[in-house]
């Protein structure tokens, strides 16, 4: 029984993903495995209603814990409040309440450059990430401050450096990263933990820009001094667990570097 034993978690952008040799490529998936592993039940979102039904099974199956899959998608078409706000009326529904919130959706037409970037693509981005995490914390924190509970959020080196042909990508990072430091601000006196997360994992998705973008790959993604990526359970999916704890609620408002064996770097 882990720490987190009878809590809820949601979490965006989780269904299970697989690497062409068939070992898990989803963050979002990573993330879930390890908080189901902490004993947290979980609500996990996504666009893919196979992909969701495939890790509510096997993380059912394996840890004993009680999976809510959602289909959810946040884009320009739709009335995306009310998505958000009924993935959180069947949350509490089901649950009772909220401990944790993990933004981890994100779509994106990486490898495009900035002049031949579409209003389509841009919007693409920034709907699936950063309004989506702008909803979703809105949704979740009156529930949120009840439990004194955390959010963690996902940005990227995208942002961070300015990659080739990731600038609505970028853009969409970058904002969820202003919104996440005025978060921390704003709801640190309500007890609720806030921080994010610039990772570099070996995914499914950054597996596909390798293969559609190789040059684009090769100027934007540099192995990590230890020699791998980052793992989406061992390395990415437990510090997401160790955020969540009360011993780092200290680290509010922190934005965390998570590269390949490198551990937690503020």
Request: proline fraction near 3%; glycine fraction near 12%.
């Amino acid at each position: 029984m882990g720490f987190l034993t009878g809590k809820t978690t949601i979490i965006t952008g989780a269904g299970r993903a697989l690497l062409s040799d068939g070992s898990c490529g989803s963050i979002g998936y990573g993330i879930a495995t390890a908080y189901a592993k902490e004993g947290s039940n979980l609500v996990i979102t996504g666009r893919n209603v196979q992909k969701l039904n495939d890790a509510k099974d096997e993380l059912e199956k394996l840890y004993g814990i009680k999976v809510l899959p959602i289909s959810a998608d946040i884009n320009s078409g739709d009335d995306n409040e009310a998505v958000v706000n009924d993935v959180v009326k069947q949350t509490i529904d089901t649950f009772g309440s909220i401990d944790v919130l993990i933004n981890c959706a994100q779509a994106s037409a990486s490898g495009v450059t900035l002049a031949e970037h579409t209003t389509e693509q841009f919007d693409l981005a920034l709907y699936s990430g950063l309004y989506a995490t702008f909803y979703y914390m809105k949704a979740c924190y009156p529930y949120l401050k009840e439990t004194k509970g955390s959010v963690i959020n996902f940005a990227s080196g995208a942002g961070l450096f300015g990659n080739y042909g990731q600038c609505a990508y970028a853009a969409a990072k970058e904002g969820i990263r202003g919104l996440t430091r005025v978060a921390a601000t704003e709801w640190g006196r309500d007890g609720i933990n806030v921080n994010i997360i610039c990772p570099l994992a070996w995914t499914a998705q950054l597996e596909n820009f390798q293969k559609a973008y190789p040059d684009a790959f090769k100027a934007n993604v540099k192995m990590p001094p230890m020699g791998h990526y980052g793992d989406v359970e061992k390395e990415i999916g437990r510090a997401c667990v160790q955020l969540a704890s009360p011993d780092f609620k200290y680290m509010s408002g922190e934005t965390i570097t998570l590269e390949g064996g490198m551990g937690l770097r503020p």
